[in-house]
Structure formats: C-alpha cells, structure tokens
C-alpha cells in the first residue's frame, strides 16, 4: 500500500500516530518545530542532572498497553505504580498528608479532621466510578461526526448523572466532606485538567476514582521520556522520518484536499493524508485562517492554566520531599478564584514540586536530588510580561526551602525557568496554555475541535487538543480513533 503521510508534530500524539499508521503499512513523515521529539512530553539534561520537562507521572497505563498491542508489539515500558500518590503540606503546618490509594491509611492521616472519612470516600468515589464506567466507551472513546451524532451517543449515558453536569466539582466536595484539608485535596484532580473546583463540572470526580479505586498514579522508570524514545525505537524500524526545526505555517489546498503544507523557510512537503498535531484550534486560526478560530475568538474561549516551571538541580539529599508533592495555601477558594485572570503572580502562590531522584537515582548525580517545580498561573491573555520571572521564582524557591527545611538557593547547582511565553513558543501552545482549550461542558465531546478538518477531506488532528482532551492516555485514545477514521475512509 506504501500511502504517504506526513504528521505535522512529535508530541506524544504525532508519534503515537505515526507508529499506529506505519505499522499499517503507511510510509509516515513526522516534521517538528522544536529540535527534539515529544512535545510537552520532553526532557533536557545539564551538568549530570535530567529533567523531564512537563507530564511526571501518569493514569490509566493499560492504555499504553493496548497501544503497543494495536502496534503488534509487547509494552516495553516499565512502569511503577505509587502509593503513597502525594503528599500534600499547608502553609503554616508542619503536617505533610500521605495521600495513599489505601482509604483505611488515608482515614489515619485524616483522623480528627473529618468524621467518618472512609465511609462519606467510599460512596463519593462509587459514584465517581459509575461517571468513569458509564462515560468512558460510549463518551471518550468515540469519534463523533457531527453534533447530532454527539447527542445520540451521550444519550446512552444515564440519564441520572445528569444533574452533574451542570454542579461544579467544588458543589459536590462540599456537599460531601465537612474539612477544607480533604475538599482541597481531592479537588487538586482538577488541576491536571488546568482549571480549579470552581470551573469544573463535577463529573470530573471520575479522576478522583481512577487516582483511588482504579489504576492510580505510576511511573516510567527511566523517567518519562523513555515514553518517547521507546515509540522512536519502533519508528526506526519502520523507517519514519523525523524532521526537526521545520515548522508549517502554511496549507496549499485544491479541490476538497491538502496537497502539501509549507514550512518557515518555504519548502513544500507533499502527501496523500496529513495530521496534525499541533493545537486543533489555533492550527485552524493561525495556518487555516478560518474565522471560527481566528485570535479574536479563541480569546474568549476558555483556556487551561499556564505552567510557570522551574528545574532545579541541588546538591545534597533532601529529606521532606517525596515523588509527588503539593505546596498549598490556606486561602483556596480566594487563591483558586483569582488565578485563572490576575495579571500579578501572588508571593505565596501554590504549586506542585517533583523529585524524580526520589525514586529514580540516575536523574540526578550522587547526593544530590533534581526538583521540577510546577505552579499554574495566568496565560499570557492575562499575563503578557514575564520580566519578573526571576522574582516570582525566587518566592517559591525560598518558601519550598523554608517548608522543606533545606536551603535550596544555597545548594542550587542547575536553574532553569520556563514561563508561559517560553512553553507557548517552543511547542506552540496558543497564549502559553498549558493543557489548551479548559474541559468545560461547551468544550468536549462534539464541541471540541474535531480530529477531522471541516474543509479538506485528508486533513485530520491528532493530540491532546482534539477529542477526547488532555492527559497522556486521552492523547493515545486520540491517535487510536484518528487513525481508525483513516483507515475507514482512506
Ligand atoms: C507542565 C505540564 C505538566 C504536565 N503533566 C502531565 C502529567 O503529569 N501527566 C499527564 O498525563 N499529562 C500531563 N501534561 C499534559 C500532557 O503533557 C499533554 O496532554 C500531552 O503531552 C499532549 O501531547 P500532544 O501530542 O497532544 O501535544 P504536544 O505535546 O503539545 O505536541 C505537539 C507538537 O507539535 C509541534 N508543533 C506545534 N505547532 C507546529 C507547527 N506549526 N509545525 C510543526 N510542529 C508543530 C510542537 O512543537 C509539539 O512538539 C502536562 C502538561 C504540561 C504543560
């Protein structure tokens, strides 16, 4: 069969696609703006320490399984499950709360504080079970062609998670836990989606069931970008391309069809089928020119939060800090409320610290330990002017050191620090977003970008930007049902 297709992007969606088509018998060309493949899923290394770049750790990994097993091949990744998930400390305490999968455990760390934990968990997490159940094959993973088609396939779901819709995820934490320590807690799944408790229907509780009760957190050891060069390793077989530094910025088109798309420096790269992995919406505004998703539009779309990143190679082994770890305040809903439209980063924000040398030695050289410490902030709609990067990150370098009782700026030896306007230069991300276009109602399902060009009959989208939506396995979910719409019609 041999047909030529060219994928516009190597993140995890671009790649996943490229092996699923190739092993198809595809001859597949992947071209890359950036100089390394794996998009947000990235890495980079200095002076003996590796850091991944964005994603740490992971749900639902059967899907990886089933990928490679879609691709012919056994999973060659190693992956370890976490338990403890993350621990969790409050501005002003010195308790840090293990947050196991184990709900007896996780009663002990919360005796005291809530009454009857397990029993008030344990039916909050049966119901977001029945959302995961009950959504995840006739919702998430399906193509959808148009609106009605859309509604005919959630009209499975039944009908009584309906009211959930609408009831925020903050709504429902609140009806069921007395103490601000456990709503705050089990409303930080909220923030994988990049949004607060307050913006995000409660229907999400589904992710404080899948962290729980069904696959939990885990880990790929060798850090995260083995991910990347493991589907490298089988693209190589197949001997797909991939093309670095070449960004499209343009489509020639004729009759219904892509005929080739065109990088920076005007050459043009001709296919039969074309995905694309870059953001479906933006992609669509910026290179399509449709007026639909023109900047004007997109503006008043609602975004996921953007990642102010911070890596940090220290000398010396750190005590109080584990793989997961979460910096809180004691103001959240005010925090939460503010954050998403503030042009000022406040000097005691919340944020996120990995330490992959926790449980992975070779990240880092001996004694000492690499810290990525994440704190979602304002996109650059919000926030354009980052020249205080430096000061933002010393605040949270310094109150890490204080909470941590360890002097990190005495003992840093590497220090990089990525903005908003970085992450939105070097992959593309539209206004620095970190997870794109929010999960709201009016943005998912049949309402997201379409993983199908509107126009062009060989133009289809792959990522965490199309259908089903953000996160490393809904990215494979995505290649999977892009990939079946090519071979169906193609
Ligand atoms: C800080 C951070 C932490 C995260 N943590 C987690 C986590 O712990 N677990 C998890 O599951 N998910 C996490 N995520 C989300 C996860 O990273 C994404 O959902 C996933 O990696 C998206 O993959 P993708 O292929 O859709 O897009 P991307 O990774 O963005 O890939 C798109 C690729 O297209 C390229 N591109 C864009 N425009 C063009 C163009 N015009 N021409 C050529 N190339 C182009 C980009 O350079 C990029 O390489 C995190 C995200 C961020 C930002």
């Not at 190739?22 to 850091?51: C, D, M, P």
């Not at 749900?59 to 990928?67: K, R």
């Not at 601000?180 to 807690?185: D, F, G, L, N």
Request: hydrophobic fraction near 35%.
């Amino acid at each position: 069969m041999n047909k030529d297709l060219i994928i516009v992007g190597s993140g995890l969606g671009g790649l996943s696609a490229a092996l699923r088509m190739a092993s198809k018998g595809y001859k597949v060309t992947v071209l890359e703006k950036y100089h390394k493949a794996g998009g947000r899923l990235n890495q980079f290394s200095e002076e003996g320490f590796t850091f991944d770049l964005g994603p740490s750790f992971m749900s639902m990994t059967y899907e990886f399984d089933q990928f490679f097993k879609d691709c012919g091949i056994k999973n060659p990744l190693k992956m370890k499950s976490l338990d403890p998930l993350y621990k969790v400390n409050f501005r002003g305490s010195n308790k840090f709360f293990n947050i196991s999968k184990d709900l007896d455990k996780l009663s002990s760390e919360f005796e005291g504080i809530e009454k009857n934990f397990k029993e008030k968990a344990e039916k909050y997490l049966f119901k977001a079970g029945q959302f995961f159940h009950d959504t995840e094959n006739i919702v998430v993973k399906q193509n959808y062609d148009n609106l009605i088609d859309y509604f005919m396939k959630i009209s499975r779901v039944p009908f009584k998670h309906l009211p959930y819709l609408n009831k925020k995820l903050w709504n429902l934490l609140d009806e069921t836990f007395d103490s601000m320590e456990v709503k705050v807690i089990f409303s930080l799944v909220a923030f994988f989606l990049g949004s607060t408790p307050f913006k995000t229907p409660s229907i999400y509780s589904l992710l404080n069931y899948t962290e729980f009760k069904h696959n939990g957190y885990w880990l790929v050891e060798g850090g995260m970008y083995t991910i990347v060069r493991e589907i490298i390793k089988e693209l190589n077989k197949y001997d797909v391309r991939i093309i670095y530094n070449t960004e499209i910025v343009k489509v020639n088109k004729d009759s219904g069809k892509v005929t080739s798309v065109v990088d920076s420096s005007g050459k043009e790269w001709i296919a039969e089928n074309f995905i694309i992995n870059a953001d479906a919406a933006s992609f669509r505004g910026q290179v399509l020119n449709r007026e639909k998703f023109s900047d004007d539009k997109l503006d008043k779309m609602e975004w996921s939060l953007a990642p102010l990143t911070i890596y940090l190679g220290i000398s010396g082994k750190i005590k109080n800090l584990y793989h997961h770890n979460y910096f809180l305040g004691n103001n959240f809903p005010e925090y939460a409320k503010n954050i998403f439209s503030s042009s000022s980063i406040p000097s005691k924000p919340y944020y996120y610290v990995n330490m992959s040398s926790y449980t992975d030695p070779l990240c880092a050289p001996a004694d000492c330990e690499n810290l990525f410490i994440l704190c979602p902030v304002p996109d650059l709609r919000f926030k354009s002017d980052w020249s205080d990067k430096e000061i933002i990150a010393g605040d949270i370098i310094s109150d890490l050191s204080e909470r941590i009782g360890f002097d990190l700026n005495k003992n840093t030896v590497v220090k990089k620090i990525l903005t908003p306007f970085d992450w939105g230069s070097m992959f593309g991300l539209y206004k620095g977003s970190g997870l794109g276009l929010s999960h709201k109602m009016m943005q998912v399902g049949g309402f997201r970008p379409k993983n199908r060009d509107e126009l062009y009959s060989n133009l289809f989208y792959v990522g965490a930007s199309t259908t089903p939506g953000t996160g490393l396995p809904m990215v494979l979910i995505s290649s999977k049902l892009v990939t079946e719409r090519i071979l169906n019609e193609h």
